[in-house]
């Protein structure tokens, strides 16, 4: 049996907020509604110079024969069962009024940060270059970038 041509995986996930007799649907839906003009956004902030390293240590430099050692991209990525794991065990605290909106999404971010710090200091791939191998001391990668790991942050936006 052939797959259906135009047919998509899709892949769901609920909240399971309950709703019972007293629960009074106007401020569910006032409280989701706060929610949903947020986002969090995790990254790193800081100056130029700053922002044009972590581009290159997250895209590589074919001009500077640099490869990529992503560390955004893939901290998102790592963070992602965590962060799912605080929503659905407290988006019903949040629809039901008994946790504030911001003090939710600062949890959020702060899971991000923290699964993205842990993924900086694992990087290991691809090898360092021999030459700056030699003149490094140790082997974890991207150690001497002190400044960009401490601007590895989180903030919260309205959409």
């Known amino acids: 049996m052939g797959v259906i041509a135009g ?3 899709t892949r769901t996930r609920r909240a399971n907020v309950e709703l019972d007799e007293t629960s009074f649907l106007p401020a569910i839906m006032a409280n989701l509604n706060k929610l949903a003009k947020k986002e969090v956004h995790i990254g790193m902030q800081g100056n130029a110079d700053l922002a044009m390293i972590a581009g290159v240590h997250e895209y590589g430099s074919a001009k500077m024969k640099i490869p990529a050692r992503s560390f955004i991209g893939t901290g998102k990525k790592k963070s992602a069962a965590g962060i799912s794991k605080w929503v659905r065990t407290n988006i019903t605290p949040v629809a039901m009024g008994d946790m504030d909106v911001m003090a ?5 971010g702060v899971i991000g940060e923290t699964k993205t710090l842990a993924n900086f200091n694992r990087i290991k791939q691809p090898p360092l270059s021999p030459l700056y191998a030699r003149r490094k001391q140790g082997k974890k990668i ?3 970038d002190a400044d960009l790991r401490d601007s590895i942050t989180h903030v919260i936006v309205d959409k």
Do not use: G, K, S, V
């Open 7 to 9: 047919a998509r995986r």
């Open 104 to 108: 939710f999404l600062e949890e959020i």
């Open 142 to 144: 991207l150690i001497a």
